[in-house]
């Protein structure tokens, strides 16, 4: 009994202090960006993005095309410049996006079917192939494909280098969320 007695004050202290430690952990972790919505009347969607992040208003590119946290350039004509977040309607149906994206150039490491506003969606994780017309073999893309008619809302985020993957698929994650189509 003598030794349970001195135990107790010591299990107590033990207990307190995960507590404590626990609760500074949750404090430390960042908590979700604040976002800003961007609309794009030619693509008849809009977007919440993180509010610290930049974004195209134009410019011969149609605006909230693409996002990034640090300032970026969009040159009309060029390729599509290295961001973390791009978005574009793209006039193709969901299912024929889904077998065009599926097929021989890229290797289907995630696919799921769900609902985004209001809409049929397809949430992909792909790696490109050798087959790959647009990029390296090995290159990870993360992208949700969303359904509107006879066009496809699509926004993706890339592994390349340069660029935060895992961090960028959870922002678009959070992104996809808040999209409206019009």
Same mark, same amino acid.
């Given at each position: 009994?003598?030794? &349970?007695?001195?135990?107790?004050p010591?299990?107590?202290? @033990?207990?307190?202090?995960?507590?404590?430690?626990?609760?500074? @952990?949750?404090?430390?972790?960042?908590?979700?960006?604040?976002? #800003?919505?961007?609309?794009?009347?030619?693509?008849?969607?809009?977007?919440?993005?993180?509010?610290?992040?930049?974004?195209?208003?134009?410019g011969?590119?149609?605006?909230?095309?693409?996002?990034?946290? #640090?300032?970026?350039?969009?040159?009309?004509?060029?390729?599509?410049?290295?961001?973390?977040?791009?978005?574009? =309607?793209?006039?193709?149906?969901?299912?024929?996006?889904?077998?065009?994206?599926?097929? &021989?150039?890229?290797?289907?490491?995630?696919?799921?079917r769900? #609902?985004?506003?209001? =809409?049929?969606?397809?949430?992909?994780?792909? =790696?490109?192939?050798? *087959?790959?017309?647009l990029?390296?073999?090995? #290159?990870?893309? %993360?992208? %949700?494909?969303?359904?509107?008619?006879?066009?496809?809302?699509?926004?993706?985020?890339?592994?390349?280098?340069?660029? *935060? %993957?895992?961090?960028?698929?959870?922002?678009? *994650? *959070?992104?996809?969320?808040?999209?409206?189509?019009?």
């Amino acid at each position: 009994m003598m030794l &349970s007695k001195r135990l107790l004050p010591l299990a107590l202290a @033990v207990l307190t202090a995960g507590g404590c430690a626990r609760q500074g @952990v949750e404090a430390a972790r960042p908590s979700k960006p604040s976002l #800003t919505r961007c609309t794009n009347p030619a693509g008849r969607y809009s977007i919440a993005h993180p509010s610290a992040w930049k974004t195209n208003t134009g410019g011969g590119v149609e605006p909230c095309r693409f996002f990034h946290p #640090t300032p970026f350039e969009v040159q009309a004509g060029t390729e599509e410049p290295l961001v973390a977040v791009s978005v574009k =309607r793209e006039p193709v149906p969901l299912e024929t996006f889904v077998e065009g994206s599926t097929g &021989s150039s890229a290797e289907v490491l995630q696919q799921e079917r769900l #609902t985004l506003a209001g =809409r049929p969606a397809v949430r992909l994780e792909l =790696r490109a192939t050798a *087959d790959s017309p647009l990029l390296p073999p090995g #290159t990870r893309e %993360y992208l %949700y494909a969303i359904g509107d008619g006879d066009t496809v809302v699509r926004a993706s985020t890339l592994a390349v280098r340069g660029l *935060d %993957y895992e961090g960028n698929k959870a922002i678009l *994650d *959070d992104m996809v969320r808040t999209l409206e189509l019009r």
